[in-house]
């Protein structure tokens, strides 16, 4: 079976987040990453992003990307979410400590100071061994930098305005993989414990050694843990 997926990226992210997986998954999944770049809210990339969907498709997301999962599988009629994978995603949305991290970086990042930012928040999304990874910290970067500052602010206001998934968890009837790294500071462990408790039947995944940006800390383990979701019926 082929399968069509659905990966949607997180704040100031591209393609470039899930290319391992895209590749890792191309004898069983034709993929696809859409831009969020121009949306204004959690919602309407949902809306957008459901809109531009297959008729059936499977989905997952990364942090933002997460966010707006949910709000997908909240709006989309039944049978055409196949299965959901949640990767760094809190439900509830940012943590008190994000949002402030967020509202003293908007005007450091209207100011011209985008590339500060990213050399800064780059140790603070990645396990703590790989702070000094210099071909991981450019991927990070290039991401960011593409996308500019405009966009940066557009989705740190998006994420300080979302209030969390407001559907009931109890109700994803879908197969579900909740994936977080274990030194993930953002979206700690307990947080990713709590959605896959919440979430029937789901399957947590912690990978040691990995802090937020599992797709590109552990690639491999990502691309497998996708492997085993693609196979769950």
Same mark, same amino acid.
Request: proline letters at 5%.
């Given at each position: ?8 990226p997180?704040l100031l ?8 997986q895209?590749t ?5 999944a034709?993929?696809r990453v859409p831009d969020?770049s ?5 919602a309407?990339?949902?809306e957008g992003v459901?809109?531009e969907a297959p008729?059936?498709?499977?989905l997952?997301?990364f942090?933002?990307g ?8 909240? =709006?989309?009629?039944?049978?055409? @979410?196949?299965r959901?994978a ?5 439900? #509830?949305g940012? %943590?008190?400590s994000v949002r402030q991290h ?5 005007a450091?990042i209207?100011?011209?100071g985008?590339?500060a ?11 703590p061994e ?7 910290g450019r991927?990070f970067s290039a991401?960011g930098?593409?996308l ?15 209030q969390?998934?407001?559907?009931d ?6 197969p ?5 790294g274990k030194?993930? =500071?953002?979206?700690p462990?307990? @947080?990713?414990?709590e959605?896959a408790?919440?979430?029937p039947g #789901?399957?947590? %995944?912690?990978?040691?050694g990995a ?14 843990a996708?492997?085993?979701?693609l196979g769950e019926t």
């Amino acid at each position: 079976m082929f399968h069509e997926v659905i990966l949607i990226p997180g704040l100031l992210c591209d393609g470039r987040l899930w290319a391992a997986q895209a590749t890792g998954l191309a004898d069983t999944a034709r993929t696809r990453v859409p831009d969020l770049s121009a949306y204004e809210s959690i919602a309407e990339a949902a809306e957008g992003v459901l809109h531009e969907a297959p008729k059936r498709f499977d989905l997952a997301g990364f942090s933002m990307g997460g966010c707006v999962a949910l709000e997908i599988v909240g =709006r989309a009629a039944a049978g055409r @979410v196949c299965r959901l994978a949640l990767l760094s995603t809190n439900h #509830a949305g940012i %943590l008190p400590s994000v949002r402030q991290h967020y509202l003293d970086s908007i005007a450091s990042i209207e100011a011209g100071g985008l590339d500060a930012y990213l050399a800064d928040a780059f140790p603070l999304y990645v396990a703590p061994e790989r702070a000094h990874d210099q071909a991981l910290g450019r991927i990070f970067s290039a991401m960011g930098k593409s996308l500019g500052p405009v966009v940066a602010v557009r989705q740190m206001r998006c994420l300080m305005a979302y209030q969390g998934f407001s559907g009931d968890l109890g109700k994803i009837a879908c197969p579900t993989a909740v994936v977080c790294g274990k030194e993930d =500071r953002r979206t700690p462990v307990e @947080v990713h414990e709590e959605l896959a408790g919440r979430i029937p039947g #789901a399957r947590l %995944l912690v990978i040691e050694g990995a802090g937020h940006f599992t797709p590109l800390e552990a690639p491999e383990k990502v691309t497998e843990a996708l492997r085993d979701w693609l196979g769950e019926t």
